[in-house]
């Protein structure tokens, strides 16, 4: 049996490679990769990836895009949208999806493969969607994170600190998820001006949002007042506040700062 992990370079992915091989042993054992491009994975997750690899000995194995200078903005632009006609992100059905699917025809048997991903108990749905998915194609899907009895809680105890954008975000995708939402973003706007301006040269490309609010298109740059304004009120920029905590001491925030740069002057000649 070929044990195949979708490795994404992420703590849980990890802790999945980890328990499959305690469980199943490394001679099968597969660490599939779609390693990204440098500029928006960070090089502490290409590390973190290595590290785990070589405590286990197993080689990394890649299904990348054929073109690795491409990041997510570069194929959505090439393609001319953000999404797929299902509503799937285009840059995961470019950069991951299908060189994943090509791998797996290329190098896998339905009969002999098992796949596992890193989806815990409180992603039900993800789990019951993927089960779905690969299933309605022949092949056979696992979830380590919901096993009853498991040997890894995590990397640190092994001595492989996790990578550190764990100090900032709560996963390991790429910088400028195009599935993620405005906490993440502003983080974008604050620690990195570079992927914030080629998102913005995305959108005015293909002539359309990243974001859709109440069903309204919401630009980078609409973002922008707002985010100037958070940033400089000293708003943390983290995923580590909760969604509707960070947004309410936010919005209360840049009121107040409106509100007082709107007030009359008082000066008495």
Known sequence: ?????????????????????????????????HDMHFSVEHADIKRFKRDVADHLG?????????NATQDQFDVCVESGAFKV?????????????????????????????TIYYGFDGNEQDRIQRRAGIMGAQGWKTDYPLIWLE??????????????????????????????????????????????????KWAEDEIGHAIHWDDGQPMYLEDMEPKFAAMKAAGIPATEHIPHQRFWAQANKIVRINLVQQALPCECIL
Request: charged share 20%.
């Open 150 to 199: 498991r040997k890894h809680d995590s990397t640190e105890a092994l001595g492989i600190p996790r990578p550190c954008t764990y100090s900032v975000f709560k996963h390991g995708n790429c910088i400028g998820c195009l599935k993620a939402g405005w906490q993440h973003w502003y983080i974008v706007y604050c620690t990195r001006p570079d992927i914030w301006l080629k998102a």
């Open 58 to 66: 197993v080689p990394l194995t890649f299904a990348s895009r054929r």
């Open 85 to 113: 006609n299902n509503g799937q992100e285009l840059c995961t059905a470019r950069l991951k999806t299908e060189p994943f699917m090509e791998w797996l025809a290329a190098n896998a048997s339905q009969d002999d493969s």
């Open 1 to 33: 049996m070929q044990h195949i992990v979708c490795y994404s370079g992420g703590h849980s992915s990890a802790l999945v490679a980890l328990d499959v091989a305690h469980r199943y042993g490394t001679k099968n054992l597969v660490l599939l990769n």
